[in-house]
């Protein structure tokens, strides 16, 4: 039979083997359980899901944490909700003492679709190879010759599609093939062992070698096979559209109700940019277990978020000077803030200027789930219990629910609030909104933006996805890293914890919505046009996870490009459509492993504040064309970037 290892045991046995469960831990990997990770030993057949599979993480397959004398084993419960596994996080594997050479790494990606690889993904129904990169694991105090190795695939693979995972060719210090595992060697081999975890996949693994062989490899070379089934796009999507549509429904056309607690008036001596910042409360329903950090979504019969009540969330609006001397209906923009930050960050300077050299009214709440007061619970969580890691996205879906709301207060009864209006002239164009997104607000943004029924254009600066990628290569993750340390005292541990929360994580960041922003976006919700503007040597979010979010969205580059990347076409002139615009700012390039750069060096700030970003970002919103403002390549240090306002 094909599918084993999905089904637990056998109709029928010719093994020997007396069929049995299978353990939480897979034999084929010698060293830490549960891995490879993800893979098909972890799924079951379920006919009620969409892909027709469901995960089944054993008891003891999460890796337990220890503090001081004490040992906690986080359960599995969140993770088996789901039909499948990310589209985007890394597959992971281990061979004791092999060294780096022969990996295809992220600045070489066409050689791990051409023949000769060391490592291939394959679709398992077309045989078709996927772009990707493969390297060991250099973060924390990782330890050489026992280190995890990750394959990264470089676009999003399909929904509810299934893979095989291929490795060979890899090689110790000394340059000498590293050993396949006992348990593997045996299904590669045929050779015959007591064990049902080896036995009950024999037909499973006739066709994994298969279809390997029909790629070109012999069976011999192949140190390490799995297979794996992707999660379905309800698995990543319909928790938040759920909450979306009900709370629509819930509150009409006009949006939540609201309260405005202050107003703040300046004059231009004040305040060159900014005429008003209004303050207010909104209504929004709630669908979280708890109206505070570090809880779940509430859940019905059918695992769906209930509505359970009511939330009051504040909000800030920025009104520009140009609203005063010249009162007309001005475009909305909405804006979404930084790692753990709040909605404050709406009030600096360089968005007041952007908002009145262009004309909008930017408006902003926080992301609940990823703002400041969440950030005690997180650590908690870290410490103490590492099975309530879904609660980072679910209380985040929570907030994308917050910013649907605060866009249709927007549109609805504010866009006709005294505050917003002039010798009866309201300011607010409701025709359409804009978002923009810096660092975190272009992580979550994406999210939230593939989600939204009335954003079309997003600009999404200094990000990238998945977070999985990220955190190891950010400045602003050493200090959680040190705290997942403290709990996890084998690196390998906290690498293999990287694939792991990326499976729960992706409903609620930009990593999970891939293909669905605007390759595949779901039933009535409008394809999304993204401008990614990004920032080489960002010490923040990696260069990788934006040119990541650019293949997923099916981006280009307007020539002329800083240089060459990947999956993406160089476009000439005007570009209608998603595109990545790179911007160099004098920083050093960014380690080669998945570690922090210096960052002293950082130029996560920089690209917002330049003048050619914001005009590019200002006419994409407008005609939605993607154009090249800088003179020449966007070497910024060199006053590439500068321009002049008109």
């Known amino acids: 039979m094909i599918f084993l290892a999905l089904l637990g045991c056998p109709a029928t046995d010719d093994t020997g083997v007396s069929p049995t469960e299978y353990a939480d831990c897979d034999p084929i990997s010698d060293s830490l359980c549960s891995l490879p990770f993800p893979s098909s030993f972890y799924l079951r057949e379920d006919s009620s899901t969409p892909t027709g599979y469901r995960v089944r993480l054993g008891a003891t397959t999460i890796p337990a944490t220890q503090q001081g004398e004490i040992s ?32 295809v790494g992220h600045d070489n990606i066409a050689a791990s679709i051409a023949d000769g690889s060391s490592t291939v993904i394959l679709d398992w129904d077309t045989g078709a190879r996927v772009p990707h990169w493969a390297e060991l694991d250099y973060a924390g105090n990782a330890v050489e010759g026992n280190r995890i190795l990750f394959i990264r695939p470089a676009v999003p693979l399909e929904h509810g599609h299934r893979y095989v995972v291929g490795i060979r060719g890899l090689v110790d210090k000394a340059g000498a093939p590293v050993d396949a595992s006992t348990g593997f060697a045996a299904l590669r081999d045929g050779t015959a062992t007591d064990d049902w975890n080896i036995e009950g996949r024999r037909s499973l693994y006739d066709d994994i070698f298969s279809r390997l062989e029909a790629d070109g490899w012999s069976k011999g070379e192949t140190q390490l096979a799995w297979d794996l089934v992707i999660k379905s796009a ?43 910042r209004i303050y207010g409360e909104m209504t929004v329903p709630r669908y979280t277990e708890e109206d505070e950090p570090g809880t779940l979504l509430s859940r019905d019969s059918n695992g769906l978020p209930e509505y359970v009540g009511d939330t009051t969330v504040p909000f800030t609006i920025i009104v520009p000077r140009t609203a ?27 968005l007041s200027e952007i ?37 980072i996205a679910e209380r985040s879906q929570q907030g994308f629910l917050e910013f649907h709301a605060a866009l249709w207060m927007m549109k609805g009864a504010m866009s ?12 607010v164009d409701t025709s359409e909104v ?14 939230y933006v ?67 922003m605007n390759e595949s976006p779901r039933e009535g919700t409008p394809a999304k046009a993204v401008l990614l503007q990004d920032a080489v040597g960002d010490a923040q979010v990696t260069t990788l996870g934006a040119q990541n979010m650019a293949r997923a969205f099916g981006a280009a580059i307007v020539d002329p490009a800083l240089r060459e990347v990947y999956g993406l076409e ?14 160099d700012h004098g920083a050093p390039e960014v380690p080669y492993t998945n570690t922090p750069p210096d960052d002293n060096y950082d130029t996560h700030e920089d690209t917002r504040r330049a003048w050619a970003a914001q005009e590019q970002m200002a006419h994409f919103f407008e005609t939605g064309e993607v154009d090249h403002y800088c003179e020449g390549q966007c070497f910024c240090a060199d006053g590439a970037c500068d321009g002049t306002s008109e």
């Open 570 to 583: 160089v476009v000439t002139g005007s570009h209608v459509g998603s595109a990545l615009a790179e911007y």
């Open 234 to 276: 309800d698995a990543v999507a319909l928790r938040g559209e759920v909450m979306r549509d009900d709370a629509r429904e819930r509150l009409g056309a006009d949006g939540p109700p609201y309260t405005i607690t202050s107003v703040s008036e300046f004059t231009a001596e004040e305040n060159a940019y900014t005429w008003k």
């Open 450 to 516: 593939a989600l939204s029924h009335d954003i079309e254009r997003a600009t999404l600066g200094v990000g990238g996805a998945p977070y999985s990628l990220l955190l190891s290569r950010s400045s602003d993750f050493t200090p959680f890293f040190g705290v997942f340390q403290s709990v996890y005292d084998d690196e390998r541990e906290l690498a293999l914890w990287m694939a792991l929360l990326q499976q729960v994580w992706d409903p609620g960041e930009a990593g999970g919505y891939g293909r669905l």
């Open 355 to 391: 908002g009145e050299r262009y004309g909008y009214v930017i408006f902003a709440t926080d992301w609940t789930g990823m703002k400041g007061e969440d950030t005690d619970a997180i650590t908690l969580m870290i410490l103490q219990d590492l099975g309530r890691f879904p609660m």
């Open 434 to 447: 804009y978002y923009y997104g810096n660092s975190q607000g272009a992580i979550l943004g994406g999210a």
């Open 416 to 427: 006709r609030d005294e505050n917003l209006t002039v010798d009866g002239t309201s300011l």
């Open 72 to 103: 906690y084993q986080p359960a599995p419960d969140l993770w088996n909700e789901l039909d499948g596994f990310s589209p985007m996080g890394p597959l992971v594997a281990e061979f004791p003492g092999m060294a780096d050479a022969n990996l």
């Open 324 to 350: 005063q001397t010249e009162p007309r209906p001005l475009k909305l923009l909405q804006y979404g803030h930084g790692l753990l930050g709040s909605q404050d960050e709406v009030e600096g300077s360089y």
